[in-house]
């Protein structure tokens, strides 16, 4: 079936089958181009600031002069940026890839016990951190291979007088920023300013070079390193910019960057699809302030946005939205989760414009299947492959199935990644010689091609667009000296789709929610944490005693219905 590509028949016209991988050698080779086409135009926004692409050339180039000239960091060393979208995100990204590094991109949200595991398995002898989470980088940064730090505050872009206010009320008033002992650390301004007198390193970069270490979770519970090259990059890039076409503008694109670009599908269709058209990446810092998201929105003329199904349903749920401007709106595209039908239609209603469908995986870098942009209204369905990408559906013996099958989604093409970074029995359980990559999700094709999501990996949690892997979720609970057994499931919530329930057997009777709750809240990053907690005697398990999750989720679909 995959010889057919039925799909093909079915493209917007202007969509080709093949994108040409050789067009450019490396993310730093895309970059490069934007800045010198676009050197006037405004690059990205922050909080009033403007940066255009001839000041990003030149600061990613003092801070990859920082980064070689001073701290001596060669081509494949790994750097970690923990930050959320801010300035300094895209100048430290591009500094990294220009310099030959490769990324490690850290959510500023992690746990203590959760930046320690990514950072020791991912050997970075360097971190960028924002000040407000440096404190969980000084608990464990003793215990890693992190020999160079460099710190920075939100408003430290911003310019004078503003950066210093931000800085101040962030500080002292809101008391945003815990207090933190990191001595060695540098600050990204210093940084830069040191960097200035180096030269940009010349390194020869090609497609098999490494550009990001983009962290998954694991059904084993530990998060892996999907090795993501500059070929896969530049390949998703360049499939994601053919699908788009010619809906947009070189020049004059505004797309509103609320996912943060620490994220896959921000990190490549934000930040690289819409700077390689000369796109102004609006950055939202905090999208959860949803008034304060909608003043932004007000300002800024967009054109296009990218979000979850939580992010859209947001917006729809808050004053003032309603009542913008949506007139240069051409292109919304959701991914992450699915995108519900009563979200979409409603998005359709208020804005005028189709909310797409997308679906991809960190291992695909991420894009596979994008529904055509000018599709008329919501299909519930994740679209067609998009340009030099197969996708089958393959039963459980590994054998095609036939149009309409339910099996599980297969893909191959040439953003799907290296494989997990120092875990090879790991990649060879989802990676096949022949290139197919197992999703783990169960899907189905129809006779057009487009593809169907029937169920999400089996017993992963999408929270919000992020994967939570039950496992990893129990080994933490089951740390606790109060608990005898865990389970953790997936269940509906309005607000971010899906939330973590714990059915836990007690080992100690004085055992309470709360109680658990603080440990979670100690041990977890804020979407992993359980919102609801149930105690019972006994677990359902299977004849060889494996606990069976499958039967709780059942369960309480049954009691939700009734």
């Not at 490769?102 to 016990?113: D, E, G, K, S």
């Not at 270490?213 to 390193?225: D, F, M, P, R």
Request: hydrophobic share 40%; aromatic share 8%; with cysteine.
């Amino acid at each position: 079936m995959s010889n057919e590509r039925p799909w093909l028949a079915h493209y917007p016209h202007d969509v080709p089958a093949q994108i040409d991988v050789d067009a450019y050698a490396s993310v730093a080779a895309v970059v490069e181009e934007a800045f010198g086409r676009f050197r006037e135009r405004p690059a990205f926004a922050s909080f009033g600031k403007f940066l255009s692409y001839g000041e990003m050339e030149a600061l990613s180039r003092q801070f990859a002069g920082y980064l070689t000239g001073v701290l001596g960091l060669k081509k494949g060393d790994r750097l970690a940026i923990m930050m959320p979208n801010v300035l300094q995100y895209p100048i430290a990204l591009f500094g990294a890839l220009r310099a030959g590094l490769v990324v490690v991109n850290t959510n500023p949200l992690y746990t203590a016990r959760e930046l320690k595991h990514q950072l020791e398995d991912s050997g970075a002898k360097a971190i960028v951190v924002l000040d407000n989470f440096a404190f969980t980088l000084q608990e464990v940064v003793g215990q890693t291979h992190v020999e160079h730090v460099v710190t920075t505050g939100i408003g430290d872009m911003l310019g004078f007088p503003k950066g210093a206010l931000v800085n101040f009320v962030l500080r002292h008033v809101k008391k945003m920023v815990p207090a933190y002992s990191l001595p060695q650390a540098v600050r990204f301004r210093d940084a830069l300013a040191q960097g200035a007198s180096h030269p940009l390193p010349q390194v020869a970069l090609g497609h098999d070079d490494l550009a990001f270490l983009q962290y998954t979770g694991g059904t084993t519970g530990v998060a892996k390193g999907a090795m993501l090259s500059h070929g896969n990059m530049v390949a998703n890039m360049l499939q994601a910019s053919a699908w788009i076409g010619d809906l947009a503008k070189p020049g004059e694109e505004v797309i509103i960057t609320a996912l943060p670009l620490y994220h896959i599908f921000s990190l490549c269709a934000n930040g690289l699809v819409f700077m390689r058209l000369g796109g102004l990446n609006w950055l939202i810092t905090n999208p959860r302030d949803m008034p304060g998201f909608v003043k932004e929105l007000k300002k800024s003329g967009f054109t296009a946005l990218t979000g979850v199904n939580t992010l859209f349903n947001g917006l729809l749920n808050t004053p003032g939205f309603a009542e913008l401007d949506f007139s240069r709106l051409h292109l919304t595209l959701g991914g992450g989760m699915a995108v519900q039908r009563a979200v979409a239609e409603r998005w359709k209603k208020t804005t005028g414009c189709t909310l797409a469908e997308a679906y991809g995986l960190t291992e695909t870098s991420p894009a596979v299947c994008i529904n055509p942009l000018d599709l008329k209204d919501y299909n519930g369905s994740i679209g067609l492959p998009v340009p030099s990408t197969d996708v089958a559906i393959w039963s459980e013996d590994n054998q095609p199935l036939p149009v309409g099958g339910v099996g599980e989604l297969m893909v191959r093409g040439p953003q799907v990644m290296q494989g997990y970074w120092q875990r090879p029995e790991e990649t060879a359980n989802v990676l096949g010689a022949d290139g197919w990559l197992h999703t783990g999700d169960i899907a189905r094709m129809d006779e057009q091609g487009y593809v169907y999501i029937v169920d999400r990996k089996k017993d992963m949690i999408l929270v919000s667009g992020f994967n939570v892997y039950p496992n990893e979720v129990e080994d933490v609970v089951m740390q606790h000296p109060g608990v005898a057994e865990v389970a953790a499931v997936g269940v509906p919530d309005e607000h971010s789709g899906e939330a973590v329930k714990l059915f836990v057997v007690r080992k100690d009777p004085s055992l309470t929610a709360d109680m658990l709750k603080q440990f979670c809240h100690d041990n977890l990053t804020g979407y992993k944490r359980p919102r609801q907690i149930e105690f019972r005697d006994a677990l359902p398990k299977s004849n060889v005693g494996k606990i069976l999750r499958r039967e709780l989720r059942d369960e309480q679909k049954s009691t939700a219905t009734v």
